[in-house]
């Protein structure tokens, strides 16, 4: 059962699930290959790179977007639907060409978070989009 599933309150459920493109990735097979490269010394970077893509998890419920991080510890950042002003997509060349890009997230006052890395972001505003509507 993922962090999120845990965290669900009493009539609260799970609309969307976003996962990370495969480009993400490619940082954790450079260092990988680096630790090879210098006889193992690199690798722990590898694996520290690794786990904090994999314990990472961001969706959104029926009322809340969760973004949560962490190996061992954790970080959550939440923002309830009925507080977003503007869902913003940040896609470069690149992210245009393979499919992913950054989704910010922005609430009232200063508060913001980002979705860095995700699939298919345009698919992702607009789930945000239509559930807080």
Excluded at 45 to 73: C, D, H, P, W
Excluded at 102 to 107: A, D, L
Excluded at 108 to 133: C, H, Q, W, Y
Aim: charged share 25%; glycine share 12%.
């Amino acid at each position: 059962m993922s962090d999120i599933e845990q965290s669900l309150s009493a009539g609260e459920k799970i609309e969307g699930l976003f996962k990370l493109h495969w480009f993400a990735w490619v940082p954790v097979w450079l260092w990988g290959l680096a630790g090879i490269a210098t006889l193992g010394i690199l690798l722990p970077v590898a694996l520290y790179v690794f786990l904090s893509l994999k314990y990472q998890e961001r969706g959104v419920t029926n009322k809340r977007v969760i973004l949560k991080k962490g190996i061992i510890g954790r970080k959550t950042e939440e923002m309830k639907l009925k507080s977003i002003e503007t869902v913003e997509i940040d896609q470069g060349v690149l992210g245009r060409l393979l499919g992913f890009g950054t989704v910010k997230i922005t609430g009232r006052g200063v508060s913001d978070f980002l979705f860095k890395g995700i699939d298919d972001p345009m698919a992702v505003k607009r789930t945000i989009e239509s559930i807080g509507n």
